[in-house]
Structures are given as C-alpha cells and as structure tokens.
C-alpha cells in the first residue's frame, strides 16, 4: 500500500531525525499532533514503519563482523534458518537460491569469540552440512532506514 502525501513527510522527517516531536512534525507537515500521532500508529499498525532503538556493535564489545556461507543437508533450509534465527551472535540470516543455501551474519568480539560461537552454536544446529566464514574489515554502507517489515513466509 502505497503511503500518501503526509505519510510520506512524516516518514522523511522522521527519518532525518528519529527524536523529532509529534508536536514539530505536526508544525513541520501543517496538521495537528492528534493526526500525526494517528498517522504514525496507522503506519506502525500496517508494518509499514517501525520505531525502533539501534545501538552500536562497538559499544556492546563485538569488534568483528563475519558472514557464514551455510551449506544445508537432510532438512529444510527455512528450519535451519528458523532455529539460527533464536541464536543471538547472529544478526541476520538469508534463505539464498542456489548454494550456499543460507547467509548469516554473526557479530562476536574477536575471533575466539567467532570460533566459539560457530562451534559451540551454530555447528550445533541438525542439518548444516558445512560452514565457510569470511570477516569483515570495513563496512562502507549499512542501510538504517529500510528493512523487511513483513514476517517471513
């Protein structure tokens, strides 16, 4: 569903800056905080925005950002990726077509700290044929402002 014209400025404004005011939305857009209040619930109740907190991988103690290639055998790949899901190191998991079946990214404090949780975790997982994982050395984008908002099929 497409978003209309003031749906549309509350989400840009909100975007520039996450702790703008309902009240300096409501001046900035030219309607009252009752509707921009309304809007943003609206908005939020149709998965269409979230509003969330995000903190910085730094400051919780992960130095390293490493993705697995994970290759699966003998089960369902959305099972295996449901069950990786629950597993907190990882911040994302993706079904891929074709092989590897699956991509997860991990977050851990160093590499002993990598290795502990591919081995004590992740390896734990039924149906993971083999794990091939790759570090990060700078991330150049990272997209804040957009996401799957949808539960997965």
């Known amino acids: 569903m497409p978003l209309d014209e003031l749906d549309t400025k509350i989400v840009d404004l909100l975007r520039r800056d996450p702790q703008t005011s309902n009240k300096m939305i409501a001046v900035q857009a030219g309607v009252t905080e009752t509707t921009v209040a309304s809007r943003i619930?609206?908005?939020?109740?149709?998965?269409?925005?979230?509003?969330?907190?995000?903190r910085d991988i730094r400051a919780l103690g992960d130095n390293l950002i490493a993705h697995?290639?994970?290759?699966?055998?003998g089960r369902s790949v959305a099972d295996v990726g449901r069950d990786l899901a629950k597993i907190p190191?990882?911040?994302s998991i993706v079904v891929l077509m074709g092989?590897?079946?699956?991509?997860a990214q991990v977050h851990a404090r160093d590499g002993a700290g990598l290795l502990e949780t591919m081995d004590q975790r992740i390896s734990?997982?039924?149906?993971i044929a083999r794990m091939e994982s790759t570090i990060s050395l700078m991330v150049l984008k990272y997209r804040l402002d957009v996401a799957n908002l949808t539960e997965p099929e």
């Open 41 to 54: 619930r609206s908005l939020t109740d149709r998965r269409l925005i979230r509003i969330m907190v995000q």
């Open 68 to 73: 697995l290639d994970i290759f699966v055998e």
């Open 89 to 91: 190191e990882i911040s």
């Open 99 to 103: 092989s590897p079946q699956l991509i």
């Open 124 to 127: 734990k997982v039924d149906g």
